[in-house]
């Protein structure tokens, strides 16, 4: 009960999908190497984009990077 009280107390915001993916490329940008790779594939689908299972997550990576640049030319 007291589980459930704090979770609707302190819900935490889920950021957007923008803001998720930017969050991943700055921590990658960092030195981070992301270790889920349906954690970032699942961003990427986010953003609407096509991701196959046996992608390299390198792949996805850059793909992620173009679309946060082209929203970035889109949305100063």
């Given at each position: 009960?007291?589980?459930?009280?704090?979770?609707?107390?302190?819900?935490?915001?889920?950021?957007?999908?923008?803001?998720?993916?930017r969050i991943l490329i700055q921590a990658i940008d960092?030195?981070?190497?992301?270790?889920?790779?349906?954690?970032?594939?699942?961003?990427?689908?986010?953003?609407?984009?096509?991701?196959?299972r046996r992608a390299p997550v390198e792949q996805t990576?850059?793909?992620?990077?173009?679309?946060?640049?082209?929203?970035?030319?889109?949305?100063?």
């Amino acid at each position: 009960m007291l589980t459930w009280i704090r979770l609707r107390l302190f819900k935490r915001n889920i950021p957007s999908e923008i803001a998720r993916a930017r969050i991943l490329i700055q921590a990658i940008d960092r030195g981070g190497i992301p270790l889920n790779p349906a954690r970032v594939n699942a961003i990427a689908r986010d953003l609407g984009l096509e991701v196959s299972r046996r992608a390299p997550v390198e792949q996805t990576i850059e793909r992620i990077r173009a679309c946060l640049q082209r929203h970035s030319e889109w949305h100063p």
